[in-house]
């Protein structure tokens, strides 16, 4: 998954728009995610259920669970390829989704302010989410993913953009 | 700092024009009129622990614990008021306040949303009122004076905001025709008084009233079926949570009275506790016209405009949910003029979706619709309860594209436009996945432009203003 790769999501409108692609780390990071939930959670399922019924039983749930848990990979390749993000003159563009599709416009002005948050895997691939608020609860503006450098350079760039054209309410 | 004498009922501490910029207390009643709603709280605790223990012996021990408790609460208010002092001085209201943890905290005028005056039950009996500061930021963000003399709170609520006006126009949004200062008190032109008995039918034709009547019914078979009222004391806390819930309404829209004003809209309502607040045109986030489908027989809706800054109500977390209801309920006709007096020359939602939408949304396909100038789009939708939502363009702080599976199949898709606060949406649904892609498009420059021409002339923005250029509706038409 390269940020090179032809957009197969592209909406009709979305020529003009350029879009930027989280790190391709993004989805080394969701597999670990993925997998230290499946883990535990088959562990524990097949130990209950070995205990419940027969070992075999247990073994038999406990490989079904890391079975889904290795099936959600072909999902989650196309929800991290479903991120896409366009700084535009005004406002920030954001899309996200594979089977309900969204696309946020947040303009700058409207920034109230912004997260960079990394949870400890992201942290460990040098990866960080950043979030943009409005003062409307319901916006969402969220870019995971980046380059932690790229992340602090991008806040930055957004936080003086906000400042050159703030709105009030 | 003033002192006033205890007690003093043509109650001094508060200020003859010149001196707010020096520290005042709050009137020495206001620990009463602040208690007031526990004290009715412990007073309802006591009949019941009464009831419940009749036969018990500790009742008297209960009555002391109880009347302990109302002394403690009424010596923390006492010593509340004795550490609570404000001042207004630069164009900042002070208020300090905390013995222990002292708390300094600003407000700064140019930021106010709007000043509310409110009297709860005993307060009304007192003569006093509460000032209340919306400030943007919500819940606990704005300020409360608690309690002042009724004139005394009027006249203060008048100097400060004509002092906000006066540092102001440098604050965004502010509000169209900003009259000069001291202009704030000015004429005013009634536009609409809720009529009492459409209020109860209304607010009986609701969901909380009908629900009420199911409590009702249930508890009336379960009477009927057993002979034993005794049985129906397990089912006392839901009662009285919908008696709660239906006297709230009626005493907070009771009465309600509009009518316009040099700074603004002036909304009066209740029955006992009364609250007056000014809706500034330039504030008015979204404005929403509510029809259920009971209503819609007698020809009844509910007009509620979104304002930023929750109302500042602690004791009533849903209150702050809820949008101020400029009609709480009236006819079409109440509606459409306060709607025009809110809003110039809105758009109706005359835009219909594709007849593929009716795939997606069966029900609702009915009353969807949108439209949309250079100044506001308006979008409704719901079939049992039809709401038609007008945004203002320049109040827009993000808009969103969303597109579920069922949409994609039939090729729609909506955009939602989103104000501030966690109340309000406007939902542009199920439209043509092109045209929804076009609104995605133009919004943002026409929400933009409608931002800037706002600032440009401020007080143009919400009402008035000449055409410029593309509008949304030209958007589409182009497209």
Partial sequence: ?169 | VTVPPAGGSPAPPVPPADDIASWHRLHPLSPLVRAGRHLVGIGILVILFLFANQRGSQTGNDLIYDLVIIALVLGAGLVSWLVTRWQVADGVLRIETGLVRRQSRRFPLSQVQAIDVVQTGLARVLGLAELRLRMAGGDSSGGRLASLPLADAERLRQRLLSMAHASGPAAAGTPPGTPAPGQVAGPERPLFRVRSECLVGAIALSRTGVFAGVVIAALLAVIAATGQPGVTASLLPVVIGVALGIWRRFNGEFGTAVSAAPDGLRLRSGLVQTTAETIRPGRVQAVRLVEPLVWRLFGWCRLEVDVAGARQRRENRSEAQRLRALVPVGSRADAERMLGELLTAPPRPTRRPPARARWKAPLGYHFLGWDGDDRYVVASRGRVCRTTTWVPLEKVQSIRWVQGPVQRRLGLASVRLDVAGRRVTASIADRDAAEAQQILARLPDLARAARQAGRAAPGGAARGGAARGGTARDAVNRA
């Fill in chain 1, 1 to 169: 998954m390269s940020a090179a790769e032809p957009d197969a999501l592209a909406e009709p409108g979305d020529a003009g728009i350029r879009w930027q692609r989280p790190s391709p780390l993004l989805l080394r990071a969701r597999r670990i995610q993925v997998g230290l939930v499946t883990l535990p959670v088959a562990l524990v399922g097949g130990l209950i259920a070995g205990a419940a019924g027969s070992p075999a039983l247990g073994l038999g749930v406990g490989l079904g669970l890391v079975v889904a848990g290795l099936l959600s990979e072909r999902f989650l390749a196309r929800r991290v390829a479903a991120w896409g993000y366009a700084e535009r003159r005004d406002d920030l563009m954001v899309r996200r989704g594979v089977l309900i599709r969204r696309q946020s416009v947040v303009p700058y002005g409207r920034m109230q302010f912004i997260d960079v948050t990394a949870g400890p895997v992201e942290r460990s691939l040098g990866l960080a989410t950043l979030r943009m608020h409005t003062a409307a609860a319901a916006s969402d503006a969220r870019i995971p993913g980046l380059d932690r450098a790229q992340a602090a350079k991008l806040r930055d760039q957004l936080a003086s953009l906000g400042e050159t054209q703030a709105a009030g309410l």
